[in-house]
């Protein structure tokens, strides 16, 4: 079965504090793994996916298939990066898994 | 952003009686799905399209069906709706199959009551 999990309803740092969004999978075969943003009054929107590699407004995500994870790191947190961040599992049948959710609180 | 419309924006209705939510895109997307956002819960599927009269049930199908006869159009329907459907209702496309290259696009969503 595909499964996502996200441990964590709310995360709360500071300003300038790292933060590790954390996010397990659960499936059979070779995942493809993504991490979406909901800003505040904005739509829904693709953060980063895994095979890219890459960096957006400085958060990276490795995959880590020994631990079935894919967490979300960012070294210093800002203000605007406080919104709601869904990890997402594409597996069988063109379909698209999302986990509970973390909403990121940076105080300021 | 890309062209995605969902009506109404807000709704509500009794338990009981049958409701239709459309979404609509101009992109021309294969794929469009129908999600549902509870806290607690996070985002999960209700139904999918992959195509004109190609549809498939996603992890929360029971009470609800889907058609699609054009690809412009996915209209969600709940035959006859109970409180515990009420949420936030996303619609979503795709290019293709999601995968690395063929991110989903969000509407703004449908926020529903069912009184």
């Given at each position: 079965a595909q499964r996502v999990t996200q441990p964590e309803k709310l995360l709360s740092v500071f300003k300038g504090a790292p933060v590790e969004l954390k996010c397990n999978y659960s499936y059979s075969g070779s995942p493809e793994l993504f991490w979406y943003v909901q800003y505040?009054?904005?739509?829904?929107?693709?953060?980063?996916?895994?095979?890219s590699r890459e960096s957006i407004k400085g958060f990276t995500a490795d995959l880590n298939k020994g631990e079935t994870s894919f967490h979300l790191k960012k070294p210093f947190a800002q203000e605007e990066d406080s919104a709601m961040y869904y990890c997402a599992l594409s597996g069988q049948g063109g379909k698209l898994i999302f986990g509970q959710g973390t909403e990121l609180s940076v105080k300021p | 952003d890309a062209g995605i419309t969902q009506s109404p924006r807000h709704k509500v209705t009794e338990t009981g009686t049958p409701v239709t939510l459309r979404c609509h895109q101009t992109e021309n997307h294969r794929y469009m799905y129908w999600y549902r956002q509870?806290?607690?819960?996070?985002?999960?599927?209700?139904?999918?399209?992959?195509?004109?009269?190609?549809?498939?049930?996603?992890?929360?199908?029971?009470?609800?069906?889907?058609?699609?006869?054009?690809?412009?159009?996915?209209?969600?329907?709940?035959?006859?709706?109970?409180?515990s459907q009420t949420s936030v209702y996303f619609c979503a496309i795709s290019e293709s199959s999601p995968g690395q290259n063929s991110p989903l696009h969000f509407g703004n969503g449908t926020r529903l009551t069912v009184t």
């Open positions: 505040s009054r904005q739509r829904l929107q693709l953060l980063l996916r895994h095979i | 509870d806290p607690g819960h996070g985002l999960r599927l209700i139904h999918y399209s992959y195509g004109v009269k190609d549809t498939d049930k996603g992890e929360v199908s029971d009470g609800y069906s889907v058609s699609r006869s054009k690809t412009e159009d996915f209209l969600l329907t709940l035959e006859s709706a109970t409180s």
